[in-house]
């Protein structure tokens, strides 16, 4: 189906996110009140949080919040890290992921999360140093955000994988 890299991606965001509820997004600032454009964390609604951290060609994700346990070490390069919520993000049940390989590398470049009964999703998409979320009512046209922010890959190939409650096996599908 895959290889290595590919399938414990799917595995870890599968567990990470799957039939969770998002209650909160975070953004972390530093101490001068800029957002590090490179670090998001979810709250869910099992008292439990995922953070993802992108500096270089595939993310990082954690279970630790910033004040917890940094995994990122993002202490070594600010004095003081602020979590804030954002409070224009809607609660999200994630029910169907798609997520994004470029097809030729072992590159994770993004992943939507779904949540179909309320005809939402969100988009994170990696850009090397820096990520890009944002939510969204679904549409048809899910290929937008990869093109627009990754126009280095206008002419590639990518490999999707999707689960859904449908589906509860990854399958490789051709939505671009």
Known sequence: ????????????IKFSFFK???LNTIFIF???????????????NDDTSIGIYINGANPIITNNRINEFDDFSLYSSYDELIEK??????????????????????????FYLFDTKANIYCYIIFLQDQLVFKQNKIS?????????????????NFLIYEISLDNLDWKKINFL
């Open 20 to 22: 969770k509820t998002i």
């Open 30 to 44: 530093d101490e001068d009140d800029d957002v590090l454009d490179n670090t998001v964390f979810f709250e869910f």
């Open 140 to 156: 048809e046209d899910l290929i937008n955000p990869i093109q627009e922010n990754l126009i280095q890959y206008h002419n590639s």
């Open 85 to 110: 919520k954002c409070s224009d993000v809607s609660e999200l049940y994630i029910d169907r992921i798609n997520v994004i390989f470029h097809s030729e590398y072992n590159e994770l470049l993004g």
């Open 1 to 12: 189906m895959c290889n290595n890299y590919i399938y414990f991606s799917l595995k870890r």
